[in-house]
């Protein structure tokens, strides 16, 4: 099955490791300006979504959310988290780590746009 949000081995890595330290936790990506427009890790209680946004799947069992509005620049291309080096956004649970959440992404082709359907 076609997945809207996949993630790599280096961000399942690092997911593990807030989760160990924060608990459960949630992505959200808004498309705001700044760190909006970045994958950001949140408690998963400390962080409210609501009918503006869209829940994309799952990635190392933590929901992925990404607003409506955001989405529809993005429904034709599969999402690939990543982790790198660096700062992360100022309110994501990464920063202090020295690593940040990267969203990379490929086109879906016409088979996998099928599969997809209306989701």
């Known amino acids: 099955m076609v997945e809207r949000v ?3 081995d280096e961000a399942l890595t690092l997911i593990n490791t ?3 330290m924060h608990g459960p936790l949630m992505f959200h990506q808004s498309g705001g300006c700044c760190d ?4 950001m890790c ?18 190392g069992d ?4 990404m607003s409506k509005d955001q989405y529809e620049y993005w429904k034709h ?3 690939i988290i990543d982790a790198v080096d660096g700062r992360g956004g100022m309110f994501s649970l ?6 940040r959440f990267l969203t990379r992404s490929r086109v879906f082709t016409e088979e996998e746009r099928a599969e997809l359907g209306g989701r």
């Open 18 to 20: 807030l989760k160990e």
């Open 6 to 8: 996949t993630v790599t």
């Open 36 to 39: 909006g427009s970045s994958p």
């Open 77 to 79: 291309t599969q999402l």
């Open 94 to 99: 990464e920063g202090p780590e020295g690593k």
């Open 62 to 65: 933590t929901p992925f959310y």
């Open 42 to 59: 949140y408690p998963r209680d400390e962080f409210r979504v609501g009918e503006s946004d869209y829940l994309l799947g799952e990635i």
